[in-house]
């Protein structure tokens, strides 16, 4: 008799894989365990070398953008997410295929101790890079690695059990007009249906239930934290003469809508009763306070700040602005004593996150702080709850979220994203974008022209814009008008009421920071350094 091959063995392979991921996902959302494909991922993005990641990162954003398929830091970490599941399915599949061709081969070889010696096989590795890497599992070590050995080898059973009842399927001897293959390709056929059904429903079940307790954990927890601050509050700048051209982005961004980029397929989980900031190193005293205690024992610094990704491209949506409250890093240090020796802290985060910020930095700029809440709530744990470091004028990697330690050193080290080599310094680069050309919005005045309002923002980290521009076809630059930002660290919004002339007509805007400096307009791309070069819009009238 025809014993089952590999490709059946790549279809059982598939039909066992699914369920093992939703099981795994659903024991995730009820008890805390660790959903294995994720921490892979998390491991391997860790470990591959520099170039490769961020040479995926950039085709992944590179594509999000071609196709338009949405924000891009929500939209990547999907991608993210299902790249580590298909990453796992994958798995699943070549190992049925592997399995089941080498059963094909050997002699009376038993199915279900060979699947036991696959699930261990794959069981033990994953467990332990899990138990490494994870970050959410909030059931405990040894729990976690009873679940995952225990799901990995009733994987591998059902895989063995199922090459057994295949090669097992009762031949009817032929006879005339009846071949005894046929029968037995129905008995087979019948037995993958079974299977593929049990699979199903386990999958489907498995994967709903924990996307509805994912669900309704969300909406508690939003419901929990209560009202931001500027649902309470007028911004600073309410009162500014210049109004933005509808259409232009919001000043502030709702905390839910700020852009988020991490190295993790899923935010660390730090609980706050276990967590203690550490500082130590060159320091007289070294100190593990709570985030209580570092709240209480100092003033509260509020900041408007604009944070922005050194991989946003021109016109990208990797940067917003909210409002930040902490604590100036400048007298946290006079707290601990930091040693004549010490010339540099390294920034320690829970995720093997790190950077390291030179002293005399600090000792010049009281705005670098260590900061607990965004827009009067606590951190979001996306954004670095409990505790995350703000360094003015820098882009986002040189600001670890979800600190554990800060040490005092006396030499520079290579932060994250520099040794995978990006900027040391990651200055943030003078920006400036079209957000909308408001031909909806024309205003007739009466005495002059028809005007379209041209509106949108200019950033120069923490440098000020003095001046931004815009250009009609091939016409002058012409002068913008600024709204008064938010602070100085903020971007600033711009609105420029465009004489209207039919046709079509390419808009380009510059700007110049504080001091006069020009916008680079040379394009260069995000990496190393950021991106340079001026945005242009074309519209129709
Ligand atoms: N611990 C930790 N901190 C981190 C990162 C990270 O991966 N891990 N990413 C950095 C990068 S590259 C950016 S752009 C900002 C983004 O902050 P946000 O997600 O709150 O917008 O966080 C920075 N801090
Ligand atoms: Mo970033």
């Not at 990704?309 to 021109?314: G, K, L, T, Y």
């Not at 670098?368 to 004028?393: K, N, Q, S």
């Not at 909806?440 to 949108?456: Q, T």
Request: proline share 7%.
């Amino acid at each position: 008799m025809k014993r089952p091959g590999i490709f059946t063995g790549a279809l059982v392979g598939a039909l066992v894989t699914a369920p093992l991921i939703a099981v795994l996902y659903l024991a995730w959302q009820l008890a805390g365990l660790p959903f294995v494909p994720f921490d892979v991922f998390d491991w391997l993005a860790r470990r591959l070398p520099g170039p490769i990641v961020t040479f995926g990162i950039d085709a992944m954003v590179s594509v999000i953008r071609a196709l338009r398929l949405g924000e891009i830091s929500a939209t990547a970490k999907t991608a993210e997410q299902l790249l580590a599941i298909g990453g796992l399915f994958l798995t699943g599949i070549v190992a049925g295929a592997a399995l089941f061709g080498l059963l094909r081969r050997g002699e009376k070889r038993s199915g279900i101790l060979s699947g036991v010696v696959l699930g261990a096989l794959l069981g033990v590795p994953l467990m332990l890079i899990s138990l490494g890497v994870n970050l959410t599992s909030a059931a405990g070590p040894l729990p976690s690695a009873v679940w995952i050995l225990l799901v990995f080898l009733a994987w591998g059973t059902v895989l063995g059990w199922s090459y057994d009842r295949l090669s097992a399927v009762e031949t009817v001897p032929a006879t005339e007009g009846a071949p005894g293959l046929a029968v037995e390709r129905m008995d087979r056929r019948a037995f993958v249906v079974r299977l593929g059904g049990a699979t199903a429903v386990i999958t489907v079940v498995g994967a709903g239930v924990g996307v509805l307790i994912a669900t309704e954990r969300e909406r508690r927890a939003a419901l929990a934290l209560g009202e931001p601050w500027s649902r309470r509050n007028p911004l600073p700048n309410a009162g500014a003469p210049v109004q933005p051209a509808q259409g232009t982005r919001p000043e502030l961004t709702p905390v839910e809508d700020h852009y988020r980029i991490d190295i993790n397929t899923r935010p660390p989980v730090v609980r706050e009763e276990e967590w203690r900031l550490r500082i130590g190193g060159r320091v007289d005293r070294p100190t593990g306070w709570t985030l209580a205690e570092i709240r209480s024992r100092y003033e509260p610094l509020h900041q408007f700040i604009t944070l922005s990704c050194i991989s946003n491209p021109i016109a990208g949506d990797l940067i917003s602005a909210t409002r930040w409250t902490g604590v100036s890093l400048q007298r946290v240090l006079v707290d601990v004593g930091v040693q004549p020796a010490a010339t540099h802290l390294r920034i320690r985060s829970v995720d093997d996150y790190h950077e390291v910020v030179a002293l005399n930095e600090i000792l010049a700029d009281p705005r670098i702080m260590l900061t607990y809440a965004w827009d009067g709530l606590p951190l979001p744990i996306e954004h670095g709850f409990p505790l995350r470091v703000y360094i003015p004028d820098r882009y986002g990697m040189k600001q670890p979220k979800w600190i554990e330690s800060i040490e005092a050193i006396d030499h520079w080290e290579a932060g994250y994203w520099v040794r995978r080599g990006w900027d040391r310094e990651a200055r943030m680069k003078t920006t400036s974008v079209i957000d909308v050309i408001a031909s909806n919005m024309m205003i007739i005045e009466p005495g002059r022209d028809m005007v379209v309002p041209v509106g949108g923002m200019a950033h120069a980290g923490a440098r000020g814009i003095s001046r931004v521009e815009v250009g009609v076809d091939d016409g002058p630059w012409q002068q913008a008008r600024l709204r008064e930002p938010l602070s100085e660290l903020t971007w600033v919004t711009w609105r420029f009421d465009w004489p209207f002339q039919p046709g079509e007509h390419t808009f380009t805007v510059r700007c110049f920071d504080r001091d006069g400096t020009p916008q680079v307009a040379d394009r260069s791309p995000v990496r190393p350094s950021g991106a340079t070069g001026l945005h242009s819009e074309d519209a129709m009238f």
